[in-house]
């Protein structure tokens, strides 16, 4: 199905429905996460929905989304495996062909001992550096580059990184591997934008702020509520800003970081007002 414009660039086809197109979220396992959010807001809005997590809790959050009427699917895949990338991919894309892809897979890894992902960088081991960027890079990497194909020849497509503003807009205290995972998406992301959009295809990231998961953690909770809006987001909201993204009337918009944070990042003064 490819998208038709006017001369005006106005576009003939229903500008937020996704009727007749498969979306692959991956990494929407947790029932109260930003995958999970996403995928039923665009199943909602019609597209068969594949979802995939490195557990088999995902086969529930599947159902949870038939229950709703969605038409949903599930894949249990380790995205930092190339093979097993692949092989979600072509599941996916097997009896429709593939239109939306959401890379939302990896996280923060807050186990300590040796491996530790967090801290100060010269006590980082090689290991753990290379592990959170497999995570929270490599699996955008892998997923996106046997998913084009099938973009390409739909004929149409969209791409959304799940960033976040650590690293493409601020950074954390003892975070060096995630910032760096994070700021890399986004220069995908562009990189997907230039050499895509001539067959239809655009790629966007979001980037979340405080949000509040089933992951979230009471200091970041605390956090949240410095934000000039005076709280936490929820993955409804990050949600959204994926669904416009991924709808047919953003076909106009490539290459951007949608930041979705409360204003948090634009903020100056953190203390009480004057």
């Not at 594949?50 to 969605?70: K, P, Q, Y």
């Not at 950074?171 to 934008?193: C, D, H, I, S, T």
């Not at 605390?222 to 987001?233: F, K, W």
Request: aromatic share 4%; hydrophobic share 50%; with cysteine.
């Amino acid at each position: 199905m490819r998208e038709r414009a006017s001369a005006g660039g106005a576009l003939t086809l229903q500008p937020w429905t996704l009727a007749g197109r498969t979306a692959l979220v991956t990494g929407a396992g947790s029932p109260s996460g930003i995958g999970f959010a996403a995928a039923r807001l665009l199943g909602s809005m019609g597209a068969t929905v594949w979802v995939t997590a490195t557990t088999d809790r995902i086969h529930a959050r599947a159902g949870e989304l038939r229950e709703l009427g969605i038409a949903a699917h599930a894949t249990v895949a380790d995205l930092t495996d190339p093979v097993q990338a692949a092989d979600a991919v072509g599941l996916a894309a097997a009896a429709a062909g593939l239109h939306v892809v959401v890379n939302n897979a990896g996280m923060v890894a807050v186990d300590g001992g040796a491996d530790a992902e967090q801290g100060p960088i010269e006590a980082m081991e090689p290991g753990a550096w290379r592990a959170a960027l497999a995570r929270n890079l490599d699996t955008a990497f892998h997923v996106t580059r046997v998913a084009v194909p099938h973009l390409r020849t739909a004929g149409w497509g969209r791409i959304v990184l799940v960033a976040s503003v650590t690293g493409p807009v601020m950074a954390m205290r003892e975070e060096p591997a995630y910032a760096a995972a994070k700021a890399g998406m986004v220069g995908l992301m562009r990189a997907l934008a230039v050499d895509l959009g001539p067959h239809g295809i655009t790629a966007n990231a979001v980037a979340p702020g405080w949000i509040a998961t089933g992951s979230q953690l009471p200091h970041e909770v605390a956090e949240g509520r410095h934000t000039p809006v005076g709280r936490s987001g929820s993955p409804d909201e990050v949600a959204a800003a994926i669904a416009f993204l991924a709808c047919p009337g953003a076909s106009y918009v490539s290459g951007q970081l949608l930041v979705v944070d409360g204003a948090a990042s634009i903020a100056e003064e953190r203390t009480l007002p004057r």
